[in-house]
């Protein structure tokens, strides 16, 4: 494995972990600060975490070469409800986890954008970005935790906790 797919194979699995110890505080508030509008991007942290998963579902779609008919919009809400939402991250990131290693570094993924587009990536850059995208969003569901009255959780790549074999 290449430094590059190493990386890449770190990126999800921090990436699991990220999202499940960012529920775990989305978890500890009060339940209905889960769809509570706070003029956020995507609105809520409900509206966000949709989108996060709307876009995994949509690259890992792309990445396997499989039609996702299902989508309607980046900020479809897949699920209102969060205990529903918490089980098909987790399926997700499981998902993620295991595709991850099987996919190329190198050459460029082919596929058509939500906008029907036709289009041509460097596979580093579509792996990249997933997780970037991912970091992105998660840091404004934070915002909105502390925003909710709790301490967010550390969620820097420093705090991930099963090691640097990177």
Do not use: C
């Amino acid at each position: 494995m290449d430094s590059f797919a190493r990386h890449i194979h770190l990126m999800a699995r921090y990436n699991a972990w990220a999202n499940e110890t960012l529920l775990d505080a989305i978890a500890a508030l009060e339940p209905a600060a889960w769809a509570a509008p706070r003029g956020a991007f995507f609105g809520s942290m409900m509206g966000t975490m949709n989108h996060l998963l709307v876009g995994d579902r949509a690259w890992f779609s792309r990445m396997s070469g499989t039609p996702y008919p299902w989508f309607t919009g980046l900020d479809q809400i897949l699920h209102a409800d969060f205990a529903d939402f918490r089980q098909a991250r987790r399926q997700m990131d499981e998902t993620i986890l295991s595709l991850v290693p099987t996919l190329p570094t190198d050459g460029d993924l082919s596929y058509v954008n939500s906008k029907g587009v036709p289009q041509v990536v460097p596979w580093r850059v579509v792996l990249g970005h997933v997780f970037n995208h991912q970091t992105h969003h998660r840091g404004q569901v934070h915002t909105l935790i502390s925003q909710s009255g709790i301490e967010p959780p550390p969620l820097d790549l420093l705090y991930f906790p099963l090691g640097w074999d990177a």
